[in-house]
């Protein structure tokens, strides 16, 4: 079965400042993943997405995720956060042998200091 | 622009009352799937569908029924609320496996049970 980490449950960084959000997964084949962002008293939207090819994908509000094989990892990156990028955000794994069924991580908060 | 549409967006209700939370898509999606979380909290899928007259139990274990005579409405429903049952509601919907896989939030319905 598959399964989804995120190790860190909050993190604070610096308006300006780089992120990273961490996500492990554990799935038997290629996995198909994805990164969502939940604001307060909102539904998720999707950020990106890896099905293939390259490894290193681009999404939306300026972040990308790298996929990595060998550590089962799949981080979420920006360069320069925003306070308004203040949110929770998850990491979710697929399996086309489930289903298609999704399996979220449990979230990481992230907070935004001026 | 929103694809999927919950109503209502906020829900106050005694305890013993029937409520219904509704959920339509206009994407055409086979599968959709109800969440519940609590606020900050993890996703908990409570009830999937596949397709019309399809519907399952998710992970988590629920007191709430779903339908799904129409493929873009699959309402959730509580027969008798309780104070447990305060929590946010998430409905979400997903095309078939492919290059275009990901799920589609809608915006949730938060409920209070008082």
């Known amino acids: 079965a598959q399964s989804v980490t995120q190790p860190d449950i909050h993190i604070t960084v610096s308006e300006g400042a780089s992120l990273e959000l961490r996500c492990n997964y554990s799935?038997?084949?290629?996995?198909?993943l994805f990164w969502y962002v939940q604001s307060p008293g909102q539904g998720l939207q999707l950020l990106l997405k890896y099905f293939s090819g390259d490894t290193l994908v681009q999404g939306i509000k300026g972040f990308e995720a790298e996929f990595k094989r060998s550590q089962s990892s799949f981080n979420l990156r920006k360069p320069s956060v925003h306070w308004s990028d203040a949110a929770e955000y998850f990491c979710?794994?697929?399996?086309?042998?489930?289903?298609?069924?999704?399996?979220f991580g449990g979230g990481t908060r992230l907070m935004v200091k001026p | 622009e929103a694809d999927i549409y919950q109503t209502p967006r906020y829900l106050v209700i005694g305890t013993g009352k029937k409520i219904t939370l509704e959920c339509s898509q206009t994407m055409g999606h086979d599968k959709m799937y109800w969440y519940q979380q609590d606020p900050g909290m993890e996703l908990h899928l409570i009830h999937y569908?596949?397709?019309?007259?399809?519907?399952e139990k998710g992970d988590l274990s629920s007191e709430s029924t779903v339908s799904r005579i129409r493929t873009e409405h699959f309402p959730l429903t509580l027969e008798s609320a309780r104070p447990s049952h305060t929590s946010q509601y998430l409905c979400?919907?997903?095309?078939?496996?492919?290059?275009?896989?990901?799920?589609?939030f809608g915006s949730g319905t938060r409920l209070t049970v008082v």
């Open positions: 979710a794994v697929g399996d086309g042998n489930a289903g298609n069924m999704l399996t």
């Open positions: 799935y038997g084949a290629t996995p198909y």
């Open positions: 979400a919907s997903s095309d078939h496996w492919g290059t275009n896989y990901g799920y589609t």
């Open positions: 569908s596949y397709g019309v007259n399809s519907t």
